[in-house]
């Protein structure tokens, strides 16, 4: 019998929140989720780039990016005691500067360029460029200022003098430049059609940090023989410049559309293939792991968007492990790199957001897991009135007649899918204890740390 448990609105306390279902055997596995992979170097030139406007109008974009806990540090109580599985949920694969342009695109232009389009597609230049932008710390500027520190900061990474970039902004036509951001549709297919010498810059520091996380991972923990496995996530598949450049979007745009990306060997740090080839395995399609507590559905985000083109055969693989896991009273756990409801994350159905919804409830209703853990999203849980939930907080999907949905009562049955966001910053962990009810499983956080409480939209 399930434990009774406090729940509003669909929301519940993670600690202590029980499967309600026994397992046989005792474990510890270990989620990680981290977006802030880096050396912070790529921060130093922004004050003498930007100058008196940097303290008020470009550090808050930039200070949730700038890593203020180690890696090391954040996994200190998992090294010291090692699990028996620890499951990285992807997007490593950044440097500073991806990270930080992202920041400017999102929060400085596109987000507030493509609100304006949707409420006056007929709006005037003057209009659209004196819009006025809220910053995370409260102040406002104009869009047009925003847009004046995106180009600068694009023609920096162009390896441009301070004297040249003065020169090119004062040429630069701003509203010219907001209506053609209005047409690159996420960030990736931003980035894919910006100067090659600043896609040069962008992707320099990202093997330096996938040798840095790959060095903690073979001393901390495989050398202890933790099994690790990596969630390819969308950015570890394909980083904003491995998409082809000149591409337009097609008008209307398709659900889930992307540019099309540059063949593995035109890339010039491919993620999958290092960690791979230095023995860590780093996913791009659904799996089976099989442990002594049950069975890991790990699902990276390639496997989220393709379920829809699996194969019968394979899904009646899955359904029948799970099935299997359930006859001997083990746990299953779906690890994912995407999340299975927009709502809880105040997300509209834009770009790849419909496709990875629709396969994480496709792997739910196929499977009824245990815990659905998943990472993948910047933006923070919220309440319907746009609160941010407090980190301890858990939603319960239910398969019915009608689909996957979130239970919003306190009627818990059995079966219900316990669904664990876990932002980036965060650790979490996965144990089998005793019970009066027999062994059941139990989720705890180690860490959770949001990098940024600002409106910043998911990462393409």
Known sequence: MPEKIEVFNGWSKLSPVTSGR????????????????????????LPQLYGDKYENEVRPLVAGLIETVPVEKKLASVLEKPPTLFIDLGDHTTSDELRTLQRMYYELAFNNIRSQFKKNPDIKDEELLAYPVKLPNGNMISLGTGLFHLGTYERFLGGKTLEQIEQEMGNLNLAERA????TRFHYGHYVSNLDREVKRTLVSGVEGNARRLLGIYQEGLIAQGVNVKILGGNWDMRIPPDFQEGIDAPDPLPEGWLPPPLPEHERPFVARLFFNEHGIQMLNSVALLWTQSGL???????????????????????????????????????????????????????????????????LIALTKPHYFIYGHVIKPMLTEDGKPVDSDMVYRMRVGKDGVAVVRSQDFREGDTTVVYLPYGGVAKLTSHESPEGIVSNVTRIENRHASESKEPEKS
């Open 22 to 45: 026994s397992v046989t055997a005792l474990e510890t596995v270990v989620y990680f989720s981290d977006f802030n992979i880096s050396s912070g170097e790529g921060f130093n030139k």
């Open 179 to 182: 209506r053609w951001i209005n």
């Open 296 to 362: 890991h559905i790990l699902a990276p985000f390639d496997g989220l968007m393709n379920m829809d083109k699996m194969e019968k055969a394979d899904k009646e693989t899955i359904r029948k492990a799970a099935t299997l896991a359930y006859f001997r009273k083990q746990q299953v756990v779906i690890a994912a790199h995407g999340m299975p409801d927009l709502d809880r994350h105040n997300l509209q159905p834009f770009g790849e957001h419909p496709q990875t919804v629709k396969g994480a409830r496709e």
